[in-house]
């Protein structure tokens, strides 16, 4: 006869899952802000070889017209064309077919004569839109692109902000160049883009950063005038456009209306291009013989700490 023998079945306690849950959830608080830490470097990586892009082809413009471009805030008929849109009609031209060796940085896309266009207005009719001296010889006067349109990132600003202020010209989409921290721009196309790179050029002639000087704001009149190195006011008037992707954000920390601590650009840019390894120089800045270039960074805020330049602090 044949003697049954009664087996059981292991299995997990409660216990034993409550604890491997509990691990499980720690390993992943743990593990998730690694990956972010990593995914920010990996942009962070992704944004300084953008600058690099630009910078290889800001030398390239400098070798061809022996200097950099300009980054004032507005044109000579008094429009306002900031340094940012400035360094994106020299990377790429105004219709993104290249930079023409005539401009003179206008934003109306002409050689200062009316009606003679160095660059495709789509918002004037044919023929009044025809290229300056003709289309042909307009395109074989251009130089190619000085950054490549996938490293460039040329977006419209009407992509970005739905009311681009004073920068509005007869409906005519300006161009400029996006970091790779892209957000979802409900105030323009809905899409997502970067926020535009500020550029400033320095002035080789001055002497002074005025994170320690008392002329703030900036007095035309003052006894400091002409003597700064970089001027904020070069892309002052595109930075008070506000925050495109969040409504709830309507001003950034370096626009000069900025009250809330009473410092704006003095302490949020010159401040934060203060080069603190020339000692022998009281508020010498960061490039001070060529030009800065600016990232909003991952909040897309200017003037925060995340903010990144073409530069390594110490």
């Known amino acids: 006869m044949q003697v049954k023998t009664k087996t059981t079945k292991k299995a997990f306690t409660i216990v034993e899952l409550l604890t491997v849950m509990s691990i499980i959830i720690i390993l992943i608080s743990l593990l998730v802000p690694a990956l972010r830490r990593v995914q920010q470097f990996a942009r962070q990586v992704r944004q300084n070889a953008q600058f690099h892009s630009i910078a290889v082809g800001l030398d390239l413009f400098h070798n061809d017209t022996g200097d950099y471009p300009p980054s004032n805030w507005g044109d000579n008929a008094d429009d306002s064309y900031c340094g940012a ?23 109306d896309r002409t050689n200062g004569n009316p009606g003679e266009y160095l660059y495709i207005n789509s918002n004037v009719p044919y023929p009044y839109n025809a290229l300056y001296p003709s289309y042909a010889q307009n395109t074989m006067a251009r130089k190619k692109q000085y950054v490549d349109l996938d490293q460039a990132n040329a977006t419209k600003m ?4 739905s009311d681009f202020g004073d920068f509005t010209n007869d409906a005519n989409d300006i161009y400029v160049l996006t970091d790779v921290f892209e957000q979802r721009m409900p105030d323009g196309d809905g899409d997502r883009h970067g926020m535009p790179i500020l550029y400033y050029k320095a002035n080789t ?9 008392n002329d ?31 409504s709830a954000l309507d001003i950034h920390p370096m626009d000069s209306t900025n009250t809330a601590t009473g410092m704006g650009p003095l302490e949020n840019f010159y401040w934060q291009i203060n080069n603190d390894n020339i000692e022998l120089f009281d508020g010498r800045p960061y490039k001070a013989d060529t030009y800065i270039l600016l990232s909003a960074g ?3 805020l200017y003037g925060t700490r995340d903010d990144i330049y073409n530069f390594q602090k110490r």
């Open 158 to 161: 009407s992509a970005i902000y």
């Open 216 to 246: 703030y704001p900036y007095d035309a009149n003052s006894a400091t005038d002409g003597r700064r190195i970089y001027l904020y006011e070069d892309n002052d008037e595109l930075i008070q456009l506000g925050v495109p992707f969040d």
């Open 298 to 300: 991952e909040d897309g």
């Open 85 to 107: 849109m400035k360094l994106a009609e020299a990377m790429v031209g105004q219709d993104l077919l290249g930079f023409h060796p005539d401009s003179v940085f206008r934003r």
């Open 205 to 213: 002639a001055g002497n002074i950063n005025p994170n320690q000087e």
